[in-house]
């Protein structure tokens, strides 16, 4: 459940259902109320001064030819927005993945989600570097039933959030280790499906999404989908408002 403590940290807890049961929480948000403001002032959600939607419309990325993202519009929504633009290739990678399999995402949606999870993997002076890693690696706190999270014991060793003792989410996208075990895309096809490669998060994100109707092209769809992601209404207005003005700019 997500909660604003201004200057620190915004903790956000997910449970996730699959088809085996209880999988365990997909998100946790650390917000610093330091970071740098992106061009279009999205902070502001839930705020007097910005009009607030509770759903967005899954917009798609010009492709050329062969099948990578127009790289002029590239440029240019990365600049609009403030998408950093290797965060963005991704997130429009992972959208025409997901449409060649017939469900639409939206490059816009999963921007919303990875400005709200990590700011699009900036959080704590970090970067997306140019082979796609969020360095340095976005480790969330850890999920031990305090600071309003739910109490998940370790599920990978510490392998991929260095707790044995309790799963921390991980990654620009934010996913813990049980979770990243049974949803993992490996975008780049060499054998890994690494969490802190924005690639490899946007394209699980997008399957994850993508699980309960098949697409989110109608607003029930992609409500239901985004609230498997984060069941709370605050989540869901915040990614509804970021992936709305997002796709205004990048039109």
């Given amino acids: ?26 998100g946790v948000v650390a917000i610093i109320g330091t970071i740098s403001v992106d061009p279009i002032e999205f902070d502001a959600v839930g705020g007097d001064t910005a009009p607030r939607v509770e759903v967005a419309s899954p917009a798609a990325a010009p492709m050329r030819a062969d099948g990578s993202v127009d790289t002029v519009w590239l440029e240019d929504v990365a600049q609009e927005t403030g998408i950093p633009e290797r965060a963005l290739a991704a997130y429009a990678a992972a959208d025409a993945r997901a449409r060649a399999s017939g469900c639409e995402v939206g490059w816009n949606t999963l921007a919303g989600i990875g400005w709200v999870e990590s700011h ?7 970067s997306i570097d140019a082979d796609g890693v969020a360095r340095p690696h976005i480790i969330g706190i850890a999920l031990d039933g305090t600071n309003e999270t ?11 959030d260095g707790d044995a003792e309790w ?19 490996d975008a780049a096809g060499d054998g890994v499906a690494d969490p802190h490669s924005i690639d490899a998060a946007a394209a699980t994100a997008a399957a994850y999404l993508c699980r309960l109707d098949g697409t989110l092209a109608e607003g029930e769809q992609w409500i239901r989908a985004i609230r498997s992601y ?14 709305e003005r997002y796709a205004a700019a990048g039109v």
Avoid: C, K
């Fill in 1 to 26: 459940m997500s909660t604003r403590r201004g200057i620190g940290a915004v903790i956000g807890v997910v449970a996730l259902l699959g088809v085996i049961g209880v999988l365990g929480v997909l």
């Fill in 120 to 126: 699009h993997g900036t959080l704590q002076g970090g």
């Fill in 150 to 160: 739910m109490e998940i014991p370790d599920t990978d060793g510490g392998l991929l």
């Fill in 167 to 185: 799963d921390r989410a991980v990654g620009p996208m934010q996913f813990i280790p049980e979770t990243w075990s049974i949803w993992a895309v």
């Fill in 230 to 243: 984060n069941n709370t209404f605050d989540y869901q207005v915040r990614v509804a408002t970021a992936a």
